[in-house]
């Protein structure tokens, strides 16, 4: 069974800042994501990382994993204010029966302040 | 519609009333999953449809909770005799196929008094 831990899990910066958020996952996962979700809103995919050593970019996140430590990182750079949201990550398992089904970390709570 | 949309996008019910939450997946999509998201917590996992089938259904609870998708499109989950603790937001995806990546609805926020 796949399990799936972020850390931290709540974290408060100044803008301009960098920081990263930690993604550990339990066993082997096919695939791994990243979303964003704003205060009664719905999940925004961010990244979808394959394979080891993928590293991608997007304005002010990078995200990267590291299968062989089934760890996966997500790095802000220059944190502004718009940054701020639940940022998640997700293992996904592809096998015959659940599809893509995914399995979530708890969530890491950005708050950047001006 | 351009993505998944969910309706209603909030139902408040007394405990031990019978809810049925509604998913319209993007057209096309064959894959359709329903999670469920508690307050301060990740979505997990209840069912995964392919086509018209429930090809895994390990994450529901209970056998309160039931969904159906007869046509391979629409789907509904269905509660019956809602607890206190069902009170959550259910989240729908869809994809293409079972192998491409899942886009989610914006949920439906359920509240049991």
């Known amino acids: 069974e796949l399990k799936v831990e972020q850390n931290p899990l709540f974290l408060s910066m100044q803008e301009g800042k960098n920081y990263t958020i930690y993604c550990n996952y339990s066993?082997?996962?096919?695939?791994l994501y990243w979303y964003r979700q704003d205060p009664g809103k719905s999940l925004e995919s961010l990244f979808v990382?394959?394979?080891?050593?993928a590293v991608k970019q997007e304005g002010r996140l990078m995200a990267s994993l590291d299968t062989k430590a089934r760890l996966s990182t997500l790095h802000i750079t220059a944190a502004v204010h718009d940054l701020s949201a639940t940022y998640f990550c997700?293992?996904?398992?592809?096998?015959?029966?659940?599809?893509?089904?995914?399995?979530f970390g708890g969530g890491t709570r950005l708050m950047v302040k001006p | 519609g351009a993505g998944v949309s969910q309706t209603p996008s909030n139902k408040v019910t007394e405990k031990g009333k019978y809810v049925e939450l509604r998913c319209d997946p993007i057209?096309?999509?064959?894959?359709l999953y329903w999670y469920r998201q508690s307050l301060g917590q990740g979505p997990e996992f209840l069912i995964y449809?392919?086509?018209?089938?429930?090809?895994?259904d390990s994450g529901l609870p209970n056998d309160r909770f039931f969904a159906v998708r007869p046509e391979g499109s629409v789907s509904t989950l269905k509660i019956q005799r809602t607890e206190r603790g069902d009170s959550a937001v259910y989240l729908c995806?869809?994809?293409?196929?079972?192998?491409?990546?899942?886009?989610f609805g914006q949920g439906t926020r359920l509240t049991v008094v």
């Open positions: 995806a869809s994809s293409l196929n079972r192998n491409t990546e899942a886009f």
């Open positions: 066993t082997t996962s096919d695939r």
């Open positions: 990382l394959l394979s080891n050593g």
């Open positions: 997700a293992g996904g398992l592809m096998n015959n029966n659940a599809g893509n089904m995914l399995t």
């Open positions: 057209s096309g999509h064959t894959a």
């Open positions: 449809f392919q086509g018209t089938g429930a090809a895994d």
